[in-house]
């Protein structure tokens, strides 16, 4: 998976009606059959079949003045041949390069320059999917680029490129897998259950070995044979004209070749005759964890939804029987989980059981068993498949809120089954689930037959493992100087020696199209007699509201000595209420299709959730009851101060955690709260242990009130509705607000390095930072907007010179964090570890000069980008709720936005030298690297700069 790209996308069902328009050549108008129990929402689609095969869908959504573009092919690790492992996702990543007509890195300096927010990609076993979404008025520049990366990209690719790209894929392997607690854990998987000649015997992101051995001949067989217009769909979504793109299709996909005939895979699902026990000591893992793997179903099999069905009830929720009887009654594990993952020839069951710190994970064996007999005895009772099943709906309208997520989802869709409207089966599959189909797949599947079982123990606690495992064949790369040295050429210079042919001159960039006006979204504020100010932004375009409650109850309101209160409160909430055990208030949301949770950040504790439009006085009772009826359960206190410490105590082996600490450590003083947030935001363990629960209903006595606390609501509601669920007096005791807790930051005055040490780490994770300007300050949006080039977009300086220049690593960020009395600007990232000193030198010089060499010419193509990209801001029900936000956090006027681009517009390059200059300063900054320290001490101390071992 591509760096850009940071969720699985279209895991839920999809709960949709569709009809089609009709349509040109080769027109499918099998979706204007309506099923007669859909919701109210229609996806109209259409699709047709150009002369070269390639599949195009077409779906119109003018909610906002947005277009989407996704190119799925068909191809992905699964297609791979042996030696050549992770080519599918390499492939990917060479794809975003360069093409003939757009210029190296144009692909993405033009997104930027268009007012688009990145383009993005992702490679799973199957499918490679590329996607981005522009302003309207740019969709012939996307489908114009988007066929110039699928018809004019091979003879711009050479063997310099591909190797210089293989230091940014060895880096994304290295985050994921090689320096991540567990990381190795599915690549252990994939081996013991799928024979060697088997697709999913390897992992997606391939072996180190092999990505070195990729050749020019390798990208161009592979180019040749898969990334043809008979194996891709493209999908466009969005405000747009379909005579228009239908036209723009065919003028630039029109005239790429056909490829040769592709054969489609069938089933084959993984056998094992006997189960396999695999142990293996990481380095980074601090708690012991278990995992049994059981060989399953592919995708859109009868039996695969029953399995997902499964998966949720044996696990999830109070009364799940893994959660009764090894977290509740054993007291064996802080958690366990299970999922159903199908893939389009194979599936697996997964069930994930880390035992708590120390714990033999033979211990668990036994409980698991139990926990499979209660199953058995009692099978899953209707009302649980009740609840599962009323919240697919709701996770459906989630991943279709935007342009971009149908675009992906029609083309998925269109892809394995060659009906973008697919989804109507998918859905009646998983309504027509019954309660016997779930014990039968428990059956067939599961019970007395053989697994895969791995132990992954912390380093040197081999013993902890299952008995009679066999040490897991893991390769563990070595970093060693000299590794991903940089590849020394210039790729803007190349010359294409072939040319491919066109009918038309296609190094001619297309005109924006027609102009369009952004909408200016109303936004409903009131303040009701109980003190809760409201704010919302309606939306209807599905029948969900989104929603977030702020109450003054964050972090900075623990007593430094106390650092887990606010959090270890804010969880209770969801741990029952006065008249509902957890198990009874856990029914009570499930069964609305809802979504509620409650947790704490550093300002406040958020109530944040989503429920169907009918369903919102319901869930409102919900919230009400459970923030002023908590049920204070001695027994769920106990398991959950026991799931912070293992969460504590499993934090202490990964290397982004330690920096969540340090980092923490650094910024804030000692008399600061947030000085003493930990490894995962509850304090470190031993003040844990001290935590009672009378300390808990203390701050709950003292924080939790309406008063001074906002509302906000994204979506589907009425004004009127709203206010009734909450314009009473009621609601809450009623307690002032405590005066404004201040935010203090520790001052940095010089450049200096924090060095933490994790033996073995094959990165190193850098977070840089210094005092910066509160979001209420009037140059913060000035700011914002001067770190876009420098760090905000996948094009900025940072990222295009470390990674996609140097191979140091798989991203690197900057950015301004404001709250509303000071803020931070910081940078982060994760490098390999032997270019440490390197990687901070190139972040030293282009901080440096980011201010003095900026142009007015850069300043102009800056402001034009971001003014553009005001039209992507608004889209999701996500979006709407961060305005909303921002306003409640910062006292922001209602149209602060536009406010925000005038004064963008307006800026000077006087302006953006002047803020640069008192921000982004190199030379006053915390240097916090937290790697190797025996191979990285010594490069660091060559920087010239003060150098500080953390223990």
Same mark, same amino acid.
């Given at each position: 998976?591509?760096?850009?790209?940071?969720?699985?996308?279209?895991?839920?069902?999809?709960?949709?009606?569709?009809?089609?328009?009709?349509?040109?050549?080769?027109?499918?108008?099998?979706?204007?059959?309506?099923?007669?129990?859909?919701?109210?929402?229609?996806?109209?689609?259409?699709? /047709?079949?150009?002369?070269?095969?390639?599949?195009?869908?077409?779906?119109?959504?003018?909610?906002?003045?947005?277009?989407?573009?996704?190119?799925?092919?068909?191809?992905?690790?699964?297609?791979?041949?042996?030696?050549?492992?992770?080519?599918?996702?390499?492939?990917?990543?060479?794809?975003?390069?360069?093409?003939?007509?757009?210029?190296?890195?144009?692909?993405?300096?033009?997104?930027?320059?268009?007012?688009?927010?990145?383009?993005?990609?992702?490679?799973?076993?199957?499918?490679?999917?590329?996607?981005?979404?522009?302003?309207?008025?740019?969709?012939?520049?996307?489908?114009?680029?988007?066929?110039?990366?699928?018809?004019?990209?091979?003879?711009? *690719?050479?063997?310099?490129?591909?190797?210089?790209?293989?230091?940014?894929?060895?880096?994304?392997?290295?985050?994921?897998?090689?320096?991540?607690?567990?990381?190795?854990?599915?690549?252990?998987?994939?081996?013991?259950?799928?024979?060697?000649?088997? $697709?999913?015997?390897?992992?997606?992101?391939?072996?180190?070995?092999?990505?070195?051995?990729?050749?020019?001949?390798?990208?161009?067989?592979?180019?040749?044979?898969?990334?043809?217009?008979?194996?891709?769909? *493209?999908?466009?979504?969005?405000?747009?004209?379909?005579?228009?793109?239908?036209?723009?299709? !065919?003028?630039?996909? #029109?005239?790429?070749?056909?490829?040769?005939?592709?054969?489609?895979? #069938?089933?084959?699902?993984?056998?094992?005759?006997?189960?396999?026990?695999?142990?293996?000591?990481?380095?980074?893992?601090?708690?012991?964890?278990?995992?049994?793997?059981?060989?399953?179903?592919?995708?859109?099999?009868?039996?695969?939804?029953?399995?997902?069905?499964?998966?949720?009830?044996?696990?999830?929720?109070?009364?799940? $029987?893994?959660?009764?009887?090894?977290?509740?009654?054993?007291?064996?594990?802080?958690?366990?989980?299970?999922?159903?993952?199908?893939?389009?020839?194979?599936?697996?069951?997964?069930?994930?059981?880390?035992?708590?710190?120390?714990?033999?994970?033979?211990?668990?064996?036994?409980?698991?068993?139990?926990?499979?007999?209660?199953?058995?005895?009692?099978?899953?009772?209707?009302?649980?498949?009740?609840?599962?099943?009323?919240?697919?709906?709701?996770?459906?309208?989630?991943?279709?809120?935007?342009?971009?997520?149908?675009?992906?989802?029609?083309?998925?869709?269109?892809?394995?089954?060659?009906?973008?409207?697919?989804?109507?089966?998918?859905?009646?599959?998983? +309504?027509?689930?019954?309660?016997?189909?779930?014990?039968?797949?428990?059956?067939?599947?599961?019970?007395?037959? $053989?697994?895969?079982?791995?132990?992954?123990?912390?380093?040197?606690?081999?013993?902890?493992?299952? !008995?009679?495992?066999?040490?897991?064949?893991?390769?563990?790369?070595?970093?060693?100087?000299?590794?991903?040295?940089?590849?020394?050429?210039?790729?803007?210079?190349?010359?294409? !020696?072939?040319?491919?042919?066109?009918?038309?001159?296609?190094?001619?960039?297309?005109?924006?199209?027609?102009?369009?006006?952004?909408?200016?979204?109303?936004?409903?504020?009131?303040?009701?007699?109980? #003190?809760?100010?409201?704010?919302?932004?309606?939306?209807?375009?599905?029948?969900?509201?989104?929603?977030?409650?702020?109450?003054?109850?964050?972090?900075?309101?623990?007593?430094?000595?106390?650092?887990?209160?606010?959090?270890?409160?804010?969880?209770?909430?969801?741990?029952?209420?006065?008249?509902?055990?957890?198990?009874?208030?856990?029914?009570?949301?499930?069964?609305?299709?809802?979504?509620?949770?409650?947790?704490?950040?550093?300002?406040?504790?958020?109530?944040?959730?989503?429920?169907?439009?009918?369903?919102?006085?319901?869930?409102?009772?919900?919230?009400?009851?459970?923030?002023?009826?908590?049920?204070?359960?001695?027994?769920?206190?106990?398991?959950?101060?026991?799931?912070?410490?293992?969460?504590?105590?499993?934090?202490?082996?990964?290397?982004?955690?330690?920096?969540?600490?340090?980092?923490?450590?650094?910024?804030?003083?000692?008399?600061?709260?947030?000085?003493?947030?930990?490894?995962?935001?509850?304090?470190?363990?031993?003040?844990?242990?001290?935590?009672?629960?009378?300390?808990?209903?203390?701050?709950?006595?003292?924080?939790?009130?309406?008063?001074?606390?906002?509302?906000?609501?994204?979506?589907?509601?009425?004004?009127?509705?709203?206010?009734?669920?909450?314009?009473?007096?009621?609601?809450?005791?009623?307690?002032?607000?405590?005066?404004?807790?201040?935010?203090?930051?520790?001052?940095?005055?010089?450049?200096?390095?924090?060095?933490?040490?994790?033996?073995?780490?094959?990165?190193?994770?850098?977070?840089?930072?210094?005092?910066?300007?509160?979001?209420?300050?009037?140059?913060?949006?000035?700011?914002?907007?001067?770190?876009?080039?420098?760090?905000?977009?996948?094009?900025?300086?940072?990222?295009?010179?470390?990674?996609?220049?140097?191979?140091?690593?798989?991203?690197?960020?900057?950015?301004?964090?404001?709250?509303?009395?000071?803020?931070?600007?910081?940078?982060?990232?994760?490098?390999?570890?032997?270019?440490?000193?390197?990687?901070?030198?190139?972040?030293?010089?282009?901080?440096?000069?980011?201010?003095?060499?900026?142009?007015?010419?850069?300043?102009?193509?800056?402001?034009?980008?971001?003014?553009?990209?005001?039209?992507?801001?608004?889209?999701?029900?996500?979006?709407?709720?961060?305005?909303?936000?921002? /306003?409640?956090?910062?006292?922001?006027?209602?149209?602060?936005?536009?406010?925000?681009?005038?004064? /963008?517009?307006?800026?000077?390059?006087?302006?953006?030298?002047?803020?640069?200059?008192?921000?982004?300063?190199?030379?006053?900054?915390?240097?916090?690297?937290?790697?190797?320290?025996?191979?990285?001490?010594?490069?660091?101390?060559?920087?010239?700069?003060?150098?500080? +071992?953390?223990?």
């Amino acid at each position: 998976m591509n760096f850009r790209i940071s969720s699985v996308l279209l895991a839920a069902p999809f709960v949709l009606a569709a009809c089609a328009d009709g349509a040109s050549t080769k027109t499918d108008t099998s979706a204007n059959v309506k099923s007669a129990s859909a919701p109210a929402l229609d996806l109209n689609y259409e699709k /047709i079949t150009l002369e070269n095969g390639l599949d195009v869908v077409f779906h119109v959504d003018r909610s906002d003045p947005v277009v989407a573009i996704n190119l799925a092919a068909h191809v992905g690790s699964a297609r791979e041949t042996e030696g050549r492992t992770g080519f599918a996702h390499l492939f990917e990543h060479l794809l975003f390069l360069d093409s003939e007509n757009l210029g190296y890195g144009g692909l993405d300096e033009m997104n930027t320059r268009i007012g688009g927010e990145g383009t993005n990609g992702f490679t799973t076993n199957d499918m490679t999917q590329y996607f981005q979404a522009v302003p309207k008025d740019a969709l012939e520049k996307v489908v114009w680029a988007e066929a110039d990366k699928l018809g004019w990209f091979i003879e711009t *690719v050479t063997q310099n490129v591909i190797d210089n790209e293989k230091q940014v894929v060895k880096n994304e392997k290295r985050q994921r897998v090689d320096n991540a607690p567990y990381g190795h854990n599915w690549y252990v998987i994939g081996k013991a259950l799928y024979p060697a000649d088997h $697709p999913y015997n390897w992992q997606v992101i391939g072996s180190l070995e092999d990505l070195d051995a990729a050749t020019l001949q390798d990208t161009k067989d592979f180019y040749a044979r898969w990334y043809v217009p008979n194996n891709v769909t *493209v999908t466009i979504t969005g405000d747009f004209d379909v005579a228009e793109a239908k036209a723009y299709v !065919e003028k630039y996909f #029109g005239e790429i070749p056909a490829g040769e005939e592709i054969e489609p895979y #069938g089933a084959r699902p993984g056998e094992l005759s006997e189960t396999i026990k695999l142990v293996h000591e990481d380095n980074f893992a601090t708690v012991p964890r278990l995992t049994y793997v059981w060989p399953t179903v592919e995708q859109y099999h009868p039996d695969s939804y029953a399995l997902e069905y499964l998966a949720n009830y044996l696990t999830q929720g109070k009364t799940a $029987p893994f959660n009764e009887v090894l977290v509740d009654e054993a007291k064996l594990s802080p958690g366990v989980g299970a999922f159903s993952n199908v893939s389009e020839i194979a599936g697996e069951f997964y069930l994930i059981a880390p035992s708590n710190a120390g714990t033999d994970l033979d211990e668990l064996s036994p409980a698991i068993e139990q926990s499979f007999a209660r199953f058995e005895e009692n099978g899953m009772p209707q009302k649980d498949l009740d609840r599962i099943k009323a919240s697919v709906e709701v996770e459906f309208y989630g991943n279709f809120d935007s342009a971009l997520n149908k675009a992906i989802a029609l083309s998925e869709y269109n892809l394995f089954t060659d009906d973008p409207g697919y989804y109507k089966k998918d859905l009646a599959a998983y +309504r027509d689930v019954t309660t016997a189909d779930v014990m039968r797949v428990y059956e067939t599947y599961l019970k007395g037959k $053989p697994f895969i079982a791995t132990s992954f123990v912390p380093m040197g606690e081999a013993e902890l493992g299952l !008995e009679g495992s066999a040490v897991a064949d893991v390769v563990e790369e070595e970093i060693v100087a000299g590794e991903g040295a940089a590849v020394e050429f210039d790729p803007a210079a190349r010359v294409i !020696e072939n040319p491919t042919p066109s009918s038309f001159d296609r190094t001619v960039e297309p005109d924006f199209g027609a102009g369009y006006n952004l909408p200016s979204p109303t936004i409903w504020q009131t303040d009701l007699d109980n #003190g809760l100010t409201v704010l919302g932004l309606p939306s209807d375009e599905i029948p969900v509201i989104n929603f977030s409650l702020r109450l003054d109850g964050g972090r900075l309101r623990n007593d430094v000595s106390a650092p887990a209160a606010a959090g270890l409160t804010a969880d209770m909430l969801s741990k029952g209420t006065a008249n509902k055990t957890t198990a009874e208030l856990e029914d009570a949301i499930g069964m609305l299709g809802s979504s509620i949770s409650v947790s704490a950040g550093n300002t406040g504790v958020f109530v944040t959730g989503t429920t169907l439009s009918r369903n919102f006085d319901a869930t409102m009772d919900l919230v009400q009851e459970m923030l002023f009826e908590p049920r204070w359960d001695e027994e769920e206190f106990a398991t959950l101060k026991n799931q912070v410490l293992q969460s504590i105590t499993s934090g202490e082996g990964n290397p982004n955690s330690i920096a969540r600490r340090e980092a923490a450590e650094l910024t804030y003083p000692k008399d600061s709260p947030l000085h003493h947030s930990g490894l995962t935001g509850y304090g470190a363990a031993d003040a844990l242990e001290g935590v009672t629960l009378e300390d808990l209903k203390a701050f709950h006595a003292d924080h939790y009130t309406l008063n001074g606390a906002a509302l906000r609501v994204a979506g589907d509601y009425e004004n009127s509705r709203v206010k009734a669920a909450w314009d009473r007096g009621d609601i809450g005791p009623d307690v002032a607000a405590k005066a404004p807790v201040s935010q203090t930051l520790s001052p940095v005055t010089e450049a200096k390095i924090y060095l933490y040490d994790v033996p073995g780490a094959k990165q190193s994770v850098l977070r840089l930072s210094r005092p910066a300007l509160a979001a209420t300050d009037a140059d913060y949006p000035l700011a914002e907007a001067i770190n876009f080039p420098l760090g905000g977009i996948y094009t900025s300086k940072l990222n295009t010179t470390l990674r996609v220049e140097k191979g140091y690593t798989y991203g690197i960020r900057s950015g301004f964090n404001g709250s509303k009395e000071n803020g931070t600007f910081g940078v982060s990232s994760s490098v390999r570890s032997n270019v440490t000193k390197e990687s901070i030198e190139l972040i030293q010089e282009i901080l440096s000069s980011h201010g003095p060499e900026t142009t007015e010419e850069n300043l102009a193509e800056l402001k034009d980008a971001l003014i553009r990209g005001q039209a992507l801001k608004t889209e999701t029900l996500r979006d709407k709720l961060g305005v909303l936000g921002e /306003i409640d956090a910062y006292g922001y006027a209602p149209d602060y936005r536009a406010q925000n681009a005038k004064a /963008i517009q307006a800026m000077t390059l006087a302006d953006f030298k002047r803020i640069a200059a008192a921000h982004i300063r190199p030379d006053a900054m915390t240097y916090l690297v937290v790697g190797d320290a025996e191979t990285q001490a010594g490069p660091l101390g060559e920087l010239g700069l003060p150098v500080e +071992r953390l223990d």
